[in-house]
């Protein structure tokens, strides 16, 4: 039997709106996966922090701050630096085409989902994508 997939969602930075990351949450643990939801305004230190302990597949990062730029990049570069560079990194918030097609061709996330994505489509993504 195969075990479950592992998926930590972070909320970095001051952003204060944590309602899509606890539906988002809701809806992985619906579809069989153990979340880790380490709640509002952690640190990019703090998120790698809590991913490695708990030997997570996935990091899921909800930003609607505008900082998005900063934040998936430093908290993919702290994984890379602890050697736990075979967690995926996916996010999502209200993130410009531009800023989401220069994460992604600069390896700082695997995907991205903006406002509007339909829950089954992030559950789907991860279960395609995540080998347990």
Known sequence: MARKI????????????DRGARVIARALRDAGMEVIYTGLHQTPEQIVEAAIQEDVDVVGLSILSGAHMTLIPRVTQLLREN???????????????????????????????????????IVEWIQSNVKV
Do not use: C, N, S
């Not at 592992?6 to 709106?17: E, F, I, S, Y």
């Open 83 to 121: 050697g736990a560079d075979d967690i995926i990194v996916i996010g999502g918030g209200t993130i410009p085409e531009d800023d989401i097609r220069a994460l992604k061709e600069g390896g700082w996330v695997k995907e991205l989902f903006t406002p509007g994505t339909p829950l089954e489509a």
């Open 6 to 17: 592992r998926v930590l969602v972070a909320k970095p930075g001051l952003d204060g709106h």
